[in-house]
């Protein structure tokens, strides 16, 4: 079995940072793509953004492009979302996710894993 556990999040102003992280256990870590999805109060969950297995290639949501960087450890199991410029409507509950497939998707369907997610709240 593959477990994630994500931390990170947290109460931050309009325009502050965060860094999430998503801790895996389980399955060899390197060889699936990651993402990170988020949902809001009630909203659908979203994609926010996604890197392949070796961390060569990434892909992001429109929403977040220029403010969020996704990146990966493969020494440590670990995926990370450096979150600036956060504006309250990044207020969301953000997940992380596991595929078995080597390249990022957008889609939900495609990741088998999934993290408990942790809050994101941003104030005005």
């Known amino acids: 079995q593959v477990q994630l556990v994500e931390s990170g999040g947290g109460l931050v102003q309009t325009g502050g940072s965060l860094r999430l992280s998503c801790a895996t256990s389980?399955?060899?870590?390197?060889?699936?793509?990651m993402a990170w999805f988020r949902q809001a109060p009630g909203k659908e969950r979203e994609f926010v953004a996604a890197i392949n297995w070796s961390g060569g290639s990434t892909y992001y949501a429109d929403s977040v492009k220029g403010r969020f960087t996704i990146s990966r450890d493969n020494n440590k199991n670990t995926v990370y979302l450096q979150m600036n410029s956060l504006k309250p409507e990044d207020t969301a509950v953000y997940s992380c996710?596991?595929?078995?497939?080597?390249?990022?998707?957008?889609?939900?369907?495609?990741?088998?894993?999934w993290g408990q997610g942790t809050q994101v709240t941003v104030s005005s």
């Open positions: 389980g399955r060899t870590f390197s060889g699936g793509a």
């Open positions: 996710a596991r595929s078995r497939d080597i390249v990022w998707s957008r889609y939900q369907y495609n990741y088998d894993y």
